[in-house]
């Protein structure tokens, strides 16, 4: 009898201790990216007997660490200032290992491997603010604000004309306050001028990020709030009164 107890204890100690092949491989591992504001996040969360580890790499690279995702509990790692490559393409390693501080003699540990995340090609652009002028020659002016990127120069927040440069445009969707018609203009400045509007007209707009250097899939940004001109009638050139009102329904 003494026998099969010691085998039943050896085996409870052995499965406590726990080994890289019990721990559960990650799943469901995702890039989530606005504004170069780039998350890693997987499944499940893990049990008290181990942790996870992300590892990351810029095609054809060494791997990394980022020391905020190293045998932590947590699910989701901020990689926004790890990837300094943003033209260039990436894959992560979600790794289930022991706890911190637990000791153990294995040097390989289940993994599960993102898809791959393109910086500059992959992370959705947020929607942008802008404000409207008009003026008494029938010309109304859109200004619009570059959104923020998460990242930082020389202690100065980027945006996304930082960063892309003269491959950044915006898309303007118009239409009179009274009709449904709506009409596109691309610009390649973030000050924009449409002269062509109707005078005694009331407007609203809308605007987004367009980088067409992109797959087609993701040239737009995000659509801004709607804003309209109260211009009801020929005096409305002469003021500078607007409003928003909820974003444009239908297609584009």
């Known amino acids: 009898m003494k026998l099969p107890i010691l085998f039943m204890v050896l085996l409870s100690t052995y499965r406590g201790s726990g080994t890289a092949g019990s721990y559960p491989r990650a799943h469901n591992v995702t890039w ?78 289940p993994h599960t491997t993102s898809p791959r995340f393109c910086p500059c090609q992959d992370t959705e652009i947020g929607r942008p603010d802008f404000n409207l002028k008009v003026s008494e020659d029938k010309k109304t002016t859109l200004y619009v604000t570059d959104p923020p990127t998460a990242l930082f120069k020389d202690g100065r927040q980027l945006s996304i004309r930082d960063i892309f440069s003269e491959k950044l445009q915006y898309r303007v969707m118009y239409r009179k306050k009274k009709s449904t018609g709506i009409k596109t203009y691309e610009s390649k400045s973030s000050v924009i001028e449409l002269s062509n509007l109707d005078k005694g007209e009331s407007y609203c707009f809308n605007v987004q990020a367009y980088i067409p250097s992109r797959s087609s899939e993701k040239q737009l940004g995000e659509l801004s709030t709607t804003k309209c001109s109260d211009n009801d009638d020929q005096s409305i050139f002469k003021g500078q009164f607007f409003y928003s009102v909820p974003s444009f329904t239908g297609n584009y």
């Open 32 to 109: 989530t990216s606005t504004n170069f504001k780039t998350l890693l996040s997987w499944e499940p969360n893990p049990s008290t007997d181990y942790s996870y580890t992300v590892e990351f790499s810029v095609a054809g690279g060494n791997r990394q660490r980022n020391h905020y995702c190293i045998r932590s509990s947590a699910t989701v790692c901020d990689l926004s200032v790890s990837l300094t490559e943003l033209n260039s393409c990436y894959t992560a390693d979600v790794l289930s290992e022991p706890t911190l501080g637990t000791a153990s003699d294995d040097t390989e540990f």
